[in-house]
């Protein structure tokens, strides 16, 4: 069975700290995808990383990073010095190679106070 | 481009009814996913469909339908509405259809049943 679990529902800092969002899955695939997206309230969901299942290198794009272990099977993703845009819902999601059938965990509301 | 349009954007309906909600995917993207946000339940998979056929579902009643022309335009449809079927509604379009394909969503049709 494919679950991915985001233990953090809610999380509350102050601009400019850091904050990291932990996202564990389980599957018996070998091949598969891990996916965050980000929901602002407007409520589009906005992709904003891929990593296959054999590419574990960490990830960095401006303030945001990925990590990336298969032994704990854990894709977490970090914000640096966060910012009041950065206020929204995260989710992590583990899609299968051969379709699109995404199963997303139950997210982290991500608030940032000024 | 154009990115993923849903119409309508909120329905009202009543117990009993039937909604038909729309869903016009990037162009060139030949894969349409639903999903159901509810708070409860986060975001559950509905089904995909891929030139017309449907691939993959959910575990949703039969209730629930949905259909792609073969512009890959989708609609759903949900007959005999219940007061649990308030929902967001979202659609989502990928280029290929397979896993490592990143789903684009649409902002969602927010049905309220009463």
């Known amino acids: 069975a494919q679950k991915v679990t985001q233990a953090q529902t809610e999380i509350s800092v102050v601009e400019k700290e850091d904050v990291t969002l932990d996202c564990v899955y389980e599957?018996?695939?070998?091949?598969?995808?891990l996916f965050w997206y980000k929901q602002p309230p407007s409520g589009e969901l906005v992709f904003l990383i891929r990593r296959n299942s054999f590419d574990e290198q960490n990830e960095i794009s401006g303030r945001y990073s990925w990590n990336f272990q298969k032994s704990t099977s854990s894709f977490n993703f970090t914000i640096t010095a966060s910012q009041v845009v950065d206020s929204a819902v995260y989710f992590c999601?583990?899609?299968?190679?051969?379709?699109?059938?995404?199963?997303f965990g139950a997210g982290t509301r991500l608030t940032v106070k000024p | 481009k154009a990115g993923v349009t849903q119409t309508p954007r909120y329905l009202i309906k009543t117990r009993g009814q039937q909604v038909t909600l729309s869903c016009s995917p990037i162009?060139?993207?030949?894969?349409v996913s639903w999903y159901q946000q509810t708070p409860g339940q986060g975001l559950q998979f509905l089904f995909e469909y891929f030139s017309e056929t449907q691939r993959n579902k959910g575990n949703f009643p039969g209730r629930f339908s949905g259909r792609q022309f073969s512009n890959s335009r989708s609609e759903m449809n949900v007959s005999t509405l219940e007061l649990g079927d308030s929902a967001l509604y979202l659609c989502?379009?990928?280029?290929?259809?397979?896993?490592?394909?990143?789903?684009?969503f649409g902002n969602g049709t927010r049905l309220t049943v009463t």
């Open positions: 599957t018996r695939d070998t091949t598969y995808y």
């Open positions: 989502a379009s990928s280029l290929k259809g397979t896993g490592d394909s990143p789903l684009h």
């Open positions: 999601a583990l899609s299968r190679s051969y379709n699109n059938d995404m199963r």
């Open positions: 162009s060139g993207h030949r894969s």
